[in-house]
């Protein structure tokens, strides 16, 4: 004969017996996402193993707002554009935005703004240019895959010529030093950050050349990233930088 108490007590034992063997069955998994980006202090360096950088908290933050988490991956910049421009669902930063570019991502937000410059070191005998077509009897030394060497190249740097690639800041820093490049291309902010805080220190102070380019650093996706994915993450970025717009009044 049926007992109803007696099957309630079953049904209590299995739901436990269940819930046992299954804890995180009620729980919402927070999506994950792989994101690359590169060591470019002042917005996204290593600083004793931990990533940070002004690029870096607002990058954090839109992930706060998705309640999402980010597998950060700190690469070499040519190795992370690669991943990135080549892995469906991957975000890259802090990536200026350029005509280049436009149609090889899907564009979350601006982080940042920077200003593109040449430098040399003070001994030089280069002096201040007025324009880039000045600077091509000049070798420079810049990123690879960088937006500095992109913007170079189509006003008609020659690459393995006037223009040559490095893997990093600091190895363009040391080809400056060691002689084999006279200029070197950096966004002012960065080599400001680098010499302040001996990041790539040089023993002798680097001098302004020309600066020729103003952009804007971004957050972006694969652009196989689905577009309603890309969007939600526009909308927290707006919701970042209103929350940060209004922590600044």
């Not at 899907?106 to 077509?133: H, N, Q, R």
């Not at 490095?166 to 291309?185: F, Y």
Request: proline share 4%.
């Amino acid at each position: 004969m049926f007992n109803p108490k007696k099957s309630s007590v079953a049904f209590f034992f299995v739901s436990l017996l269940l819930a046992l063997l299954h804890p995180y069955r009620g729980a919402i998994a927070a999506e994950s996402y792989q994101v690359f980006t590169e060591d470019f202090a002042p917005y996204n360096y290593l600083d004793n193993g931990k990533l940070v950088g002004l690029s870096v908290d607002v990058v954090d933050s839109v992930f706060r707002e998705l309640k999402a988490s980010a597998n950060y991956q700190v690469l070499p910049w040519a190795r992370a554009y690669e991943y990135a421009l080549n892995t469906p669902n991957t975000l890259i930063f802090s990536l200026a935005r350029n005509p280049q570019r436009e149609k090889l991502f899907k564009w979350v937000g601006a982080i940042s703004a920077v200003e593109t410059c040449l430098f040399a070191f003070e001994s030089s005998v280069i002096e201040p240019l007025y324009t880039l077509e000045q600077a091509k009897k000049f070798r420079v030394v810049t990123q690879l895959q960088g937006h500095i060497s992109i913007v170079l190249t189509k006003a008609g740097f020659i690459r393995g010529g006037n223009l040559i690639d490095s893997v990093s800041i600091e190895s363009s820093l040391q080809m400056l030093k060691a002689g084999r490049a006279d200029i070197i291309g950096l966004p002012r902010q960065v080599l400001e950050h680098y010499m302040q805080y001996g990041r790539g220190k040089t023993e002798e102070r680097l001098k302004t050349i020309i600066c020729f380019d103003n952009t804007a650093l971004y957050l972006a996706f694969n652009k196989d990233t689905p577009d309603e994915t890309v969007l939600k993450f526009k909308q927290a970025m707006i919701k970042v930088k209103k929350s940060l717009q209004e922590e600044n009044k």
